[in-house]
């Protein structure tokens, strides 16, 4: 596999239409759409739950994770963040593409870059919870169907990240 | 009808959690093979040098509602049954705006996050982790937060309805925008990608601010 070359990615318009189409099965099959900042509140609910019940019982935020008939572990949206994790690895697999590597610009340094990941995973948990879900449940969930909601936090997110990024322009060129 | 089929008890609630791993595997594999799991390439959208983000978010955007707009038309989804995230405007645009920051700092999103952890990349594995910790904290600030979490809710409200036009109109002029978009993508990556702009003024192209005249004739 190390001696592999990677594969090149997939056209982009292909790999898109083949996620919608994963996205209409979930519609047709569930009636919902996909997610992940629900699966890391989930999780996130569940520990709390774990280490302090009472206090995840009376928080209005946690309450709404543990009440599931499978509680906050086997939550719909933890399954499925299960299997992405499952089928990026897979993909990668059969691509050789699994690499261990810190993706950063030439002239950033790799603890730089972890310090910024960090921040910005930080920073993004606070947004998706007051949005009530990210580039998954919101964009592209909510996008599809038409969501106003979705289409304004979409606008939201991307104008914001184009204000910001030429001030991080350091970390990636 | 008979879908959604959880809906109208096709499917049960442990066929339910086998769908929801089937389909994440299968929405991992897309983003993976995409590239959405490499933060170098999706940092490529904010400066205009690969924007397969936007190609990849909007190819599939149409492929959905274009689906769902037919498959309720000819009668095989109950469209009501389907759950549309409710709209809660100023939470929403302001929880929209700290997420773009954090999405242009970090470089990946929460679900592509996942995919650039699982498959080797460090820093994929502390956004997760940053990710996880964000919404933890959050979370347990969550009562001073929740009078503004709460404000301007609109409840299920879609373009349709806000724009008061039929539903085919805002999907066909969904199509159109996504298809100039598309249009608009190609160009700006192949006007990136000219050797003679790079050669000469190799900061300059790569980071956009183009005062130099003869870029406008390239």
Same mark, same amino acid.
């Given at each position: 596999?190390?001696?592999?070359?990677?594969?090149?990615?997939?056209?982009?318009?292909?790999?898109?239409?083949?996620?919608?189409?994963?996205?209409?099965?979930?519609?047709?099959?569930?009636?919902?759409?996909?997610?992940?900042?629900?699966?890391?509140?989930?999780?996130?609910?569940?520990?709390?739950?774990?280490?302090?019940?009472?206090?995840?019982?009376?928080?209005?935020?946690?309450?709404?994770?543990?009440?599931?008939?499978?509680?906050?572990?086997?939550?719909?949206?933890?399954?499925?963040?299960?299997?992405?994790?499952?089928?990026?690895f897979l993909s990668a697999?059969?691509?050789?593409?699994?690499?261990?590597?810190?993706?950063?610009?030439?002239?950033?340094?790799?603890?730089?870059?972890?310090?910024?990941?960090?921040?910005?995973?930080?920073?993004?948990?606070?947004?998706?919870?007051?949005?009530?879900?990210?580039?998954?449940?919101?964009?592209?969930?909510?996008?599809?169907?038409?969501?106003?909601?979705?289409?304004?936090?979409?606008?939201?997110?991307?104008?914001?990240?184009?204000?910001?990024?030429?001030?991080?322009?350091?970390?990636?060129? | 009808?008979?879908?959604?089929?959880?809906?109208?008890?096709?499917?049960?609630?442990?066929?339910?959690?086998?769908?929801?791993?089937?389909?994440?595997?299968?929405?991992?594999?897309?983003?993976?093979?995409?590239?959405?799991?490499? &933060? @170098?390439?999706?940092?490529?959208?904010?400066?205009?040098?690969?924007?397969? +983000?936007?190609?990849?978010?909007?190819?599939a955007i149409v492929t959905?509602?274009?689906?769902?707009?037919?498959?309720?038309?000819?009668?095989?989804?109950?469209?009501?049954?389907?759950? +549309?995230?409710?709209?809660?405007?100023?939470?929403?645009?302001?929880?929209?705006?700290?997420?773009?920051?954090?999405?242009?700092?970090?470089?990946?999103?929460?679900?592509?996050?996942? +995919?650039?952890?699982?498959?080797?990349?460090?820093?994929?594995?502390?956004?997760?982790?940053?990710?996880?910790?964000?919404?933890?904290?959050?979370?347990?600030?969550?009562?001073?937060?929740?009078?503004?979490?709460?404000?301007?809710?609109?409840?299920?409200?879609?373009?349709?309805?806000?724009?008061?036009?039929?539903?085919?109109?805002?999907?066909?002029?969904? +199509?159109?925008? &996504?298809?100039?978009?598309? @249009?608009?993508?190609?160009?700006?990556?192949?006007?990136?990608?000219?050797?003679?702009?790079?050669?000469?003024?190799?900061?300059?192209?790569?980071?956009?601010?183009?005062?130099?005249?003869? @870029?406008?004739?390239?």
């Amino acid at each position: 596999m190390t001696s592999r070359k990677p594969r090149p990615y997939a056209n982009p318009y292909l790999a898109g239409v083949a996620l919608g189409l994963v996205l209409l099965a979930a519609f047709v099959i569930m009636g919902r759409g996909l997610g992940a900042s629900g699966a890391f509140a989930s999780t996130a609910a569940g520990v709390v739950s774990a280490v302090a019940p009472s206090r995840a019982a009376s928080s209005p935020f946690f309450a709404r994770y543990l009440g599931g008939a499978g509680g906050p572990w086997l939550d719909w949206l933890v399954i499925e963040i299960a299997g992405v994790a499952i089928g990026g690895f897979l993909s990668a697999l059969v691509a050789g593409r699994l690499r261990v590597d810190i993706e950063r610009g030439p002239r950033f340094s790799p603890r730089a870059r972890l310090v910024t990941a960090l921040a910005g995973g930080s920073v993004m948990g606070l947004g998706a919870v007051l949005a009530r879900g990210c580039t998954s449940g919101q964009a592209l969930t909510g996008g599809a169907l038409l969501s106003v909601g979705s289409w304004l936090f979409m606008l939201a997110a991307f104008t914001a990240a184009y204000l910001v990024a030429p001030l991080a322009r350091r970390a990636w060129t | 009808m008979i879908a959604p089929l959880f809906d109208y008890g096709y499917v049960g609630a442990r066929a339910a959690l086998v769908a929801a791993l089937v389909i994440g595997i299968a929405f991992g594999w897309c983003l993976e093979s995409a590239g959405m799991g490499s &933060a @170098r390439k999706l940092a490529g959208q904010f400066y205009l040098t690969d924007l397969t +983000v936007f190609k990849v978010m909007f190819s599939a955007i149409v492929t959905a509602m274009l689906g769902l707009f037919w498959l309720g038309r000819l009668g095989v989804v109950d469209l009501s049954r389907v759950y +549309v995230p409710e709209t809660f405007l100023l939470p929403q645009l302001a929880g929209g705006l700290v997420f773009g920051v954090g999405f242009a700092i970090g470089g990946l999103c929460p679900g592509t996050s996942c +995919v650039a952890a699982v498959t080797g990349r460090l820093d994929g594995m502390a956004l997760v982790l940053g990710m996880w910790a964000g919404v933890l904290v959050t979370g347990l600030a969550f009562p001073i937060l929740q009078p503004f979490f709460d404000r301007t809710a609109r409840g299920s409200l879609t373009l349709p309805q806000l724009f008061q036009l039929p539903y085919g109109v805002i999907v066909f002029s969904v +199509v159109a925008i &996504a298809l100039a978009g598309f @249009r608009a993508a190609e160009w700006i990556e192949r006007r990136r990608r000219q050797p003679s702009l790079t050669a000469r003024e190799p900061d300059d192209a790569a980071l956009g601010v183009a005062p130099a005249p003869e @870029r406008m004739q390239a």
